[in-house]
Nanobody, 127 residues
Framework: VQLQAFGGGLVQPGGSLRLSCAASGFGLDYYAIGWFRQAPGKEREWVSCYSRNDGSTYYEEFLKGRFTISRDSAKNTVYLQMDSLKPEDTAVYYC?????????????????????WGQGTQVTVSS
């Protein structure tokens, strides 16, 4: 049972990348899948989450409009499309599973609320 994030790389400011989170050993449809990122010297921060039931999506407020999360059930993969990238988006990006993204007014954004962390993928935004 494993998650693997990949698709990172070096991109210029204003560019785009699409990250993939692939699962092996279990179906992603049974879990909410979240994306996190961690920049050097900083804590891991929540980026986005894709609900398991109704396909609802949630984003860190300041990333709305630039990042888009989606799921392809046939490929057992969740994607994070990142557009208009900025140098401050530079980080290692991780995906992880949770039971839900949200419960009422409570949003699952803390790393301790997620499990099955995969290896991250490095995203570097630089000219």
């Amino acid at each position: 049972v494993q998650l693997q994030a990949f698709g990172g790389g070096l991109v210029q400011p204003g560019g785009s990348l699409r990250l993939s989170c692939a699962a092996s050993g279990f179906g992603l449809d049974y879990y909410a899948i979240g994306w996190f990122r961690q920049a050097p010297g900083k804590e891991r921060e929540w980026v986005s989450c894709y609900s398991r039931n109704d396909g609802s999506t949630y984003y860190e407020e300041f990333l709305k409009g630039r990042f888009t999360i989606s799921r392809d059930s046939a490929k057992n993969t969740v994607y994070l499309q990142m557009d208009s990238l900025k140098p401050e988006d530079t980080a290692v990006y991780y995906c992880a599973a949770s039971m839900v993204c949200r419960s009422g007014d409570y949003y699952y954004t803390h790393p301790d609320e997620y499990f099955q962390w995969g290896q991250g993928t490095q995203v570097t935004v630089s000219s």
